[in-house]
């Protein structure tokens, strides 16, 4: 019954990512909330969401997983309507835009000021986590499926930083429909 019950909420919560998607939310913050309360959809490396993400005065993170272990990462939310990638015609290739590389810089700053939390028993005790090495994740446009070409640029892109990982709004979709489906076969 359990099982059932949480296969519907997880449904639900797919519906209601689908809708985020078309544009049905109404800034980042509401879009920050749902993926709080559905952080299943990032796969199951993080069991809970850290409440506070103030690392200081300058620099308060949109989401910070953690992971089983008690360490802590980095979940950056942006639009679902931003545009990930311009094409250069003139070379044949796809470069990134404003928007995105702005986000990336954003993220890495994050990371460099979280980084310095490492020692900081105040922080660590506080937040119940440990810091070390954190990885940031940019969740970032994509309100149509990216092509073939530009989901190999953006796998590229993505293997050019060790430790950010750029993810499509529908590649969270995917992953979340993934997850649903393996639960359900198992119900059977």
């Known amino acids: 019954f359990y099982k059932l019950l949480s296969i519907q909420k997880m449904e639900l919560a797919v ?25 299943w959809m ?11 993400g103030v690392v200081n005065a300058k620099n308060i993170l949109d989401m910070v997983p953690q992971d089983f272990e008690s360490y802590i990462d980095i979940i950056e939310v ?15 290739n796809y470069y990134s ?4 590389t702005k986000a990336i810089a954003q993220t890495q700053n994050y990371i460099f000021e979280l980084e310095k939390k490492t020692v900081d028993e105040k922080y660590l005790q506080i937040n119940n986590c440990k810091v070390i090495r954190p990885k940031g994740i940019i969740l970032v446009g994509s309100k149509e499926p990216l092509t073939e070409d530009e989901r190999k640029y953006l796998r590229i892109l993505n293997s050019s930083y060790h430790n950010i990982q750029i993810i499509t709004y529908q590649q969270l979709l995917e992953k979340a429909k993934n997850t649903l489906r393996i639960l359900k076969e198992q119900q059977k």
């Open 97 to 100: 835009t404003s928007h995105l």
């Open 78 to 92: 942006k639009l679902p309507q931003e545009k990930l990638f311009n094409f250069d015609e003139s070379h044949n």
């Open 42 to 52: 990032f796969g199951n490396d993080y069991v809970y969401i850290v409440e506070n």
């Open 15 to 39: 519906e209601r990512l689908e809708q985020i998607i078309l544009g049905e939310y109404k800034n980042e913050v509401e879009i920050q909330y749902f993926l709080r309360k559905n952080i």
